[in-house]
């Protein structure tokens, strides 16, 4: 039985590597990456297994391809709009907006690869040191907020995690179909996170109209 929410093309349109790049998603969202079977991932698409293997040569496959959608394109992102000469707070701003959108309209559930569990086995490790990087940056625009007063004057590591604590909350909205508003919850979980931490919350508009040119 299939358990994807599907997005975009009816699944009749899908191809076969689409659905089942859908279908394990939202296998691993619900059993976990090592819980999950080939098998149980060609039952849901309607396939036989050898003929998943035919579009991928392993589970390992399959993962690779969801987290390069997720986190191979999140730090191309996040690198592109750190090394813009816009202020912290806008640089985060556009950043929020961004991840945010792409997260909860993203045709896959990546719950269940980006957590612990699956980041600690060997074929998960590699995709840590990415997402390391991901918070890196995101120190690093805090970090510049705070101390060039943009900023509330609070320890930036734990005005990280409560950055962090937003975006991993934000993303569970993808358990769902994806709202038709999904631009803007997007842009009120960005402005969530910058009133909560400009130092002049009335700057808000100015940055959110500059976020907007970063984009």
């Known amino acids: ?61 399959i993962a690779d391809t969801l987290l390069e959608f997720g986190i191979g394109t999140t730090l191309a992102q996040v690198r592109r709009i750190a090394s813009t000469d816009e202020t912290a707070g806008v640089r985060l701003y556009a950043f929020a907006e961004w991840v945010m959108t792409y997260v909860v309209t993203a045709p896959y559930r990546l719950v269940g690869l980006v957590d612990y569990e699956f980041l600690n086995l060997p074929e998960g490790q590699p995709w840590q040191s990415r997402i390391d990087e991901v918070t890196r940056y995101i120190v690093q625009m805090v970090t510049e907020g705070v101390e060039s007063g943009e900023f509330v004057q609070e320890d930036p590591d734990f005005l990280r995690l409560m950055v962090v604590g937003v975006f991993n909350s934000h993303h569970r909205i993808n358990t769902a179909n994806p709202p038709e508003d999904a631009a803007a919850q997007a842009r009120l979980g960005a402005d969530f996170v910058l009133r909560a931490l400009l130092a002049d919350p009335s700057r808000l508009t100015q940055v959110r109209q500059e976020a907007d040119l970063v984009l």
């Open 1 to 61: 039985m299939s358990l994807a929410t599907h997005y975009g093309p009816p699944p009749a349109r899908l191809s076969t590597r689409e659905r089942i790049l859908r279908e394990a998603s939202a296998l691993f969202a619900q059993r976990g990456y090592a819980g999950t079977s080939t098998r149980d991932i060609a039952a849901a698409v309607g396939i036989r297994q050898p003929s998943l293997f035919h579009h991928f040569p392993s589970k390992a496959a």
